[in-house]
């Protein structure tokens, strides 16, 4: 994308939906306009004869500072060009922390990894800094087509991933549509809710046929480098005894056939991102080889507590895991390996080597008690400041 283009997202869109996701992973700027301020931007297109009128005024587009200035005064354009050098020197030396490990001053140690949506992701990741991959999409195999992907088709383009890594573990998570992810292959209609309707794992378990495509082309992956298998949208003990059960049928038929895969074969997780999972926690931490918290409601952090209870590792990979502000109070939790996008790594890296934990845990551990959500922002926003 051109330097100073960018895109302007309405609020239909979740702050950690597709469309937002990928313009971050992606660093293409972008700042997020309400219902009104949605209707003024298209007014003001309509408002011209040729929408490429609009287009050719001078422009610049702030993403940190959510701002969209539209034919700016020279003193303006100066002052955005000083803090884009500014940017791009913070991030120059940024980059100097790629080989790095992620040590507080007190000694803690956090694993960093990247959330990618395909191959052409790879490079970015490992460029910058990341130790594996947190959250491999495996949307993209669905994506743009009418038909479904074969089993070959999954496994070329996972052990693409896994080589890429070299030796680096990588997390695929199974299909999640549903909602803004919807894809032609199924020739799914949205219901009145689908968020929360048939759809991840739910929606897979409903069509065996092709879960057990894709949890093939994941086992047979494997064989290249460390692997584990997460599963989206899980809330319920039988769901994820379901898929145990399909994987062990898969790794005997492999097995039989002559086909490699790791031994022992891939850990199977799940992914936190319902208040349903809260209610089933320790039964959950009880069936899954590791909890991917992918939420970004403090509450569930609690669930953490379950995992650690169950001996499980328990890592964080949404939204939330790549805003550095966010860090100590993750880290306070307990969390031990945080997955994001990897333009988020070096910044979070960064705040990690300047965080004392031992002495911000007491005030992190207050969260869970309070009542006063104000006091509770309070002091997220204070650790988050570095206060």
Known sequence: MPVGAGVAIGTVYRHDSRAVIQVREHRIPATKVRSEQHRVLK??????????????????????????????????????????????????????LKTVAAVTRDGFRVGLQANIGGPADVAGALEAGAEGVGLLRSEFMFMNRADLPS??????????????????PVTVRTLDVGADKLGEAFNMKPGPNPALGLRAIRFSLSRRKMLLMQLSAILRASAFGPVRILLPMVCMVDEVRQVRRMVTRIVAQLKRRGVKISDPPPPLGIMIEIPGAALAADALAAESDFFAIGTNDLTQYTLAEAAMAAGIPVSVCGEMAGDERMTPILLGFGITDLSMPPNSLPRVKKRILDLNLSAISGRVRRITSESNPARVWSIVEDLGNGG
Do not use: D
Request: glycine residues 4%.
């Open 151 to 168: 089993e070959e088709e999954q496994f070329s383009a996972l052990s693409k991933v896994v080589k890429q890594m070299r030796g680096k």
């Open 43 to 96: 007014a003001a297109a309509e408002a011209t004869s040729r929408i490429e009128a609009l287009q050719s005024q001078a422009k610049r587009m702030s993403g940190p500072a959510g701002v969209i200035v539209i034919n700016p005064t020279a003193a303006t354009l100066a002052n955005y060009r000083l803090k884009r050098a500014r940017f791009l020197k913070s991030q120059q030396s940024l980059k100097k």
